[in-house]
């Protein structure tokens, strides 16, 4: 746990010292939340702290029993609130984007820390530019307390690199993403979809011939604390809409395929725990722990894709 007010002691790429120039769109950050009172006040810290200054903070709750709308007021947000039973990631963002003012949409976890002072202006800086750009995601670095599982996969998603790129991938993620208002008005967010909904609306305006980038030096901490159960579920979630959509970076198998890429999987895990061991207390508690966690991932999916069968193709949210 962190302290409110700080950040992890995580080193971040130096991308130089050169102060980027900001342009003068209006940007609104939106922050999905539902009892986020643990990182949220951290989150908004970090926010105020940016160089780029012309920005409004969109909060749209789902139903908070904590702390998290007091917070969300203290720090001068816009919340709007809406019932638990309506939400979707999709939804929750397409209300946030409707209630926006801003020519850019940046839409950020409750759970995330952008890591310097630079992320907005890194973030938003291309599209007075670049007319024809849709969307840009950054980067997303794990907390130091990730499971390895997750340190690994933020790793293969989110490359290194020290300038923006256009790019055709749609591993678009709206944990740290930033969306031209205007195309948005015509592609929204899929409000049905239990997850994936940046992936589809990355492809969705790919289709429409719009450009979408990658922001390596936008950079945030970005992971979960998640019980086995937990883990579970959210890729049970996330495997009905990757299938829902057709993503291509999703492939279902049988019950005997998930238990191979998991023995596949775990042994890459235990090679990537060795060569980015951090302490000898995390490495004996993942040691004992990976398989389990390793094996929640896949056994999620697979509950995911036996759910997706049933509906014949038909099951988008919950």
């Known amino acids: ?10 080193n971040v790429p ?10 003068i769109m209006k940007v609104s950050i939106i922050i999905r939340t539902k009892n986020e009172e643990g990182m949220l006040p951290q989150c ?8 780029y200054q012309d920005v409004e903070v969109v909060i749209v709750d789902s139903g908070s029993i904590d702390d998290t709308l007091s917070i969300a007021t203290a720090h001068k947000c816009s919340v709007v609130e809406i019932p638990s039973h309506t939400f979707t990631f999709g939804h929750a963002l397409n209300i946030g984007a409707a209630h926006a003012t801003g020519e850019i949409m940046v839409a950020i976890s409750a759970h995330c820390i952008p890591a310097d002072n630079q992320w907005l202006s890194y973030l938003v800086q291309q599209f007075k530019e670049r007319p024809n750009l849709a969307g840009v995601y950054g980067k997303q670095i794990p907390f130091p307390h990730a499971n390895p599982i997750e340190k690994r996969g933020l790793q293969e998603a989110f490359p290194d690199g020290d300038s923006f790129v256009t790019t055709s991938d749609t591993r678009f993620s709206n944990a740290n993403s930033a969306v031209r208002k205007s195309v948005w ?11 994936a909904e940046d992936i589809k609306w990355c492809a969705d305006v790919l289709k429409k011939e719009y450009v979408v980038g990658y922001e390596p030096r936008a950079v945030v901490f970005h992971s979960h604390k998640e019980s086995l159960s937990q883990i579970i579920h959210r890729f049970e979630r996330e495997t009905v809409a990757l299938l829902s959509i057709k993503s291509s970076f999703f492939r279902p198998h049988s019950f005997l395929g998930y238990v191979v890429r998991w023995g596949r999987s775990l042994i890459l895990d235990y090679v990537f725990l060795c060569v ?15 398989p389990f966690y390793r094996m929640g991932v896949y056994y999620g999916q697979y509950k995911g894709t036996q759910q997706y069968k049933k509906t014949g193709g038909s099951l988008r949210a919950a």
Do not use: C, V
Request: glycine content about 6%; cysteine-free.
């Open 44 to 51: 908004l810290e970090a926010i105020q702290q940016q160089t």
């Open 276 to 290: 980015h061991l951090t302490s000898f207390s995390y490495a004996i508690k993942w040691t004992i722990l990976l």
């Open 185 to 195: 008005k015509h592609i929204p967010f899929d409000k049905l979809l239990s997850g």
């Open 14 to 23: 130096d991308y130089g010292d050169s102060t980027i120039t900001d342009t």
């Open 1 to 10: 746990m962190f302290l409110r007010g700080t950040k992890p002691n995580i």
